[in-house]
Nanobody, 119 residues
């Protein structure tokens, strides 16, 4: 399964973009997708995850209340709805496969999608 993240761009503070992660190939209900981000000069940060069967949804405390994860199985797509964005949310956002139940990531990260929040 290959993943393609999209939906980034330049947004104003307070904006609400939605990122998409489209999976090509066959997905498994036991599989999961996670969203991560990496800001300039910082380590990659885990944001949220969801399994294809909708279970075990989790949002990290750092973005809880502002970010929401969802999926549409018919479209093989996982979304990350981001609300009330701040300049510190500027980062490259990645989606990756997670292996249930260990939640380990796939080695391949892809290009991600850049979100730049202007003040």
């Amino acid at each position: 399964v290959q993943l393609q993240a999209s939906g980034g761009g330049l947004v104003q503070t307070g904006g609400s973009p939605r990122l998409s992660c489209v999976a090509s190939g066959r997905t498994s209900n036991n599989g999961a997708i996670g969203w991560f981000r990496q800001a300039p000069g910082k380590e990659r940060e885990f944001l949220s995850r969801i399994r294809w069967n909708g279970a075990n949804t989790y949002v990290a405390d750092a973005v809880k209340g502002r970010f929401t994860i969802s999926r549409v199985n018919a479209k093989n797509t996982v979304y990350l709805q981001m609300n009330s964005l701040k300049p510190e949310d500027t980062a490259v956002y990645y989606c990756n496969k997670l292996f249930f139940p260990t939640w380990t990531t796939d080695d391949y990260w892809g290009q991600g999608t850049l979100v730049t929040v202007s003040s």
